[in-house]
Every structure is written in structure tokens, then in C-alpha cells.
């Protein structure tokens, strides 16, 4: 395992601070990287479960972006095939007999 140097702002360090002290917050967190994240976590442990969950964020947001580009495509194609069938068919009065 690597360790890198991660520099933070005092932005950054109060919202740690208030992850880790809000039970909300922590839950919040701990539902999205599976693990309990307890208030006695190290700094190291917080940030990496904050790193998960953004990581996690991002692949959710590709998949998202996928599925809706695949639906659309596919809603396309779909209305397409229904245009091209109306096209193909015959109007119901065409049998009809000519008087």
C-alpha cells in the first residue's frame, strides 16, 4: 500500500471535522463505502473512505450517463422501426371495395 502526501485546506479539514463528529454524516458515508466509519477512525482511514465513496460516485455516474445514452439510442431506433413499419402498411380503407 502507497502512501501519498495529500495537502488540505482548512476547508478541507473542517468538513472532516464535521464528517466525523455528525452521525448522520458518517452513516451517509458509511452506506456508500460498506464499512463502518466510526468516529475514532484515524485521518488516514476517513480520507480513504472518502476517496472511495468519490471514486464510487464517479464509476455510478458513468453507468448512469451509459444507461441513459443506451436508452435514447434505443428509443431512437425504436421510433424509426415504428415509422418504417407505418410506412410499410397498408391504410386500413385500402380493402375496401371501390363503389
Known amino acids: 500500500m502507497a502512501r501519498k ?4 485546506t482548512a476547508r ?3 468538513d472532516l471535522d464535521i464528517l466525523r463528529g455528525s452521525p448522520a ?3 451517509a458515508l458509511a452506506s456508500l463505502v460498506d464499512i ?5 477512525l484515524s485521518e488516514a482511514q476517513l480520507l480513504h473512505a ?3 465513496a468519490g471514486l464510487r460516485a464517479v464509476e455510478e455516474r458513468i453507468e448512469e450517463d451509459g444507461y441513459a445514452r443506451i436508452a435514447a439510442e434505443r428509443s431512437q ?3 424509426a422501426a415504428r415509422r418504417a413499419g407505418a410506412r ?4 386500413s380503407w ?3 371495395p371501390s363503389s
Do not use: F, I, K, Y
Not at 463502518?36 to 475514532?40: A, D, N, P, W, Y
Not at 410499410?88 to 391504410?91: A, G, I, M, S, V
Open 25 to 27: 454524516r458518517r452513516g
Open 94 to 96: 385500402a380493402d375496401e
Open 50 to 52: 472518502v476517496l472511495e
Open 88 to 91: 410499410r402498411r397498408q391504410p
Open 77 to 79: 431506433t425504436e421510433q
Open 5 to 8: 502526501s495529500l495537502p488540505l
Open 36 to 40: 463502518e466509519v466510526r468516529e475514532t
Open 12 to 14: 478541507d479539514l473542517r
